[in-house]
């Protein structure tokens, strides 16, 4: 399990040299198709939050969901909060060199290519050890990737290790501990 910070390039050039030479994009197949669940976009700003919805796309597509996140262009904070498929949940933070990840579910890598490129970029392999993969889920990424935003590390750790909880559940407690519950749970009804 990795809690260190990961930045992922802005552009594929920037890749040559640092990251695998291929840029994360969806097959052909998987463009204009959905997944049950949501795309949202957490924003603050002059100290009030605000959610939007992101593109369908955005939970099959990374490079969709990151490329979003990026127009936004705001002065403060820009989180990317993706339900997939009700089975797991990715935080997608842009930052200045690139993008901080998080997947609360590594193992979702094997089904979902969402969670597989989420996986590629940070460079993490799942074990080949396929009884590893029959354990609690485990998150892979930035687990501190909302730290600034009151959620610490070891909170979103356990967090993500809520079996019982749905990746809604999850994210919902998210924005309760970061303080948008209500602008997220508005953008989810909408």
Request: glycine residues 8%.
């Amino acid at each position: 399990m990795s809690t260190g910070l990961w930045f992922v390039p802005q552009s594929e050039s920037a890749y040559r040299g640092s990251m695998p030479t291929h840029a994360v994009v969806a097959p052909t197949e998987v463009k204009g198709s959905s997944l049950p669940g949501f795309a949202i976009a957490a924003i603050r700003e002059e100290g009030r939050w605000r959610c939007v919805r992101l593109a369908p796309d955005a939970l099959v597509d990374l490079s969709a969901a990151i490329t979003e996140l990026r127009a936004l262009r705001s002065t403060g904070a820009v989180v990317g909060l993706l339900d997939v498929d009700d089975e797991f949940f990715v935080l997608l933070r842009p930052t200045p060199g690139g993008v901080a990840l998080m997947v609360s579910d590594a193992a979702a890598a094997l089904d979902y290519d969402v969670a597989a490129d989420v996986l590629d970029l940070l460079r993490v392999e799942l074990p080949p050890d396929e009884d590893a993969l029959d354990d609690d889920p485990w998150p892979e990424g930035d687990l501190g990737i909302l730290a600034d935003l009151g959620l610490p590390a070891e909170e979103l750790n356990v967090l993500a290790g809520e079996v019982e909880l749905y990746p809604d559940e999850q994210l919902a407690a998210i924005g309760r501990r970061c303080g948008f519950a209500d602008e997220l749970a508005e953008a989810v009804d909408d």
